[in-house]
């Protein structure tokens, strides 16, 4: 954990966790300035994991493309976390193939229609038909110091009915996770602590 910590102030990351489904591991990490690679924080990831089939190189990590998220960030000072830090979690979805644009399509418009209506630092990822979704509990939610790119209203006020049929469902997991199963948290670094009593 020293060495990871190390790695996370000399690249600027502010914060690390990794979730993990079986034997799949999702990493989420905040950096500043330059991209970091996910084999500069655990360069003896080699070792350990297996090689993600596809692209034109072997890679132990696939990024996901951010397809929504409440706020983005527009500073360092927006984006520190001014109050008790919430507790990161993670939670997995599968989208039907066919409804993968729809579903990116509906999110776009939420995300520009209504920027800062949830957890600040809650965003989704996907992958393929894969989707990943980060946030924190409690949830910090504040108004987005930003407008969003669409003047419109179209976003659906049925927002669940709107979505169940766009996802392939879990089977032998809880009812409350037959789509959005919850992650098992692995790793959490760089957040500030909670004090006594807090």
Same mark, same amino acid.
């Given at each position: ?5 190390? &790695? ?14 079986? +034997? ?28 993600? %089939?596809?692209?034109?190189? %072997? !890679? ?20 520190? !976390?001014?109050?008790?830090?919430? #507790?990161?979690?993670? !939670? ?9 644009? @729809? ?23 996907? &992958? ?6 980060? @946030?924190?509990?409690?949830? #910090? ?13 179209? !976003?659906?006020? &049925? ?14 997991? +809880? ?9 098992? #948290? ?13």
């Amino acid at each position: 954990m020293e060495l990871l910590n190390e &790695h996370m102030d000399w690249l600027g990351v502010s914060c690390l966790s990794i979730f993990q489904d079986g +034997q799949g591991l999702f990493l989420y990490y905040e950096c500043s300035g330059q991209g970091v690679e996910p084999e500069q924080l655990f360069p003896g990831a080699v070792d350990i994991l297996k090689v993600w %089939p596809g692209g034109e190189y %072997p !890679r132990l990590w696939v990024p996901m493309m951010d397809i929504f998220h409440y706020q983005q960030p527009v500073s360092g000072q927006h984006w520190e !976390r001014n109050q008790v830090p919430g #507790t990161p979690y993670g !939670r997995l979805a599968v989208l039907k193939p066919e409804q993968v644009s @729809s579903y990116v399509y509906y999110h776009y418009q939420y995300q520009e229609e209504r920027p800062g209506d949830g957890d600040k630092y809650g965003i989704i990822g996907l &992958h393929e038909n894969v989707l990943f979704f980060y @946030s924190e509990l409690p949830a #910090t939610v504040e108004p987005a110091p930003y407008a969003g790119k669409l003047t419109t209203n179209l !976003r659906p006020e &049925h927002w669940g009915e709107v979505m169940e049929p766009h996802f392939m469902k879990w089977k032998n997991v +809880q009812q409350d996770q037959e789509i959005w199963k919850k992650l098992t #948290t692995v790793l959490t670094t760089g957040l500030p602590q909670r004090g006594k009593g807090e």
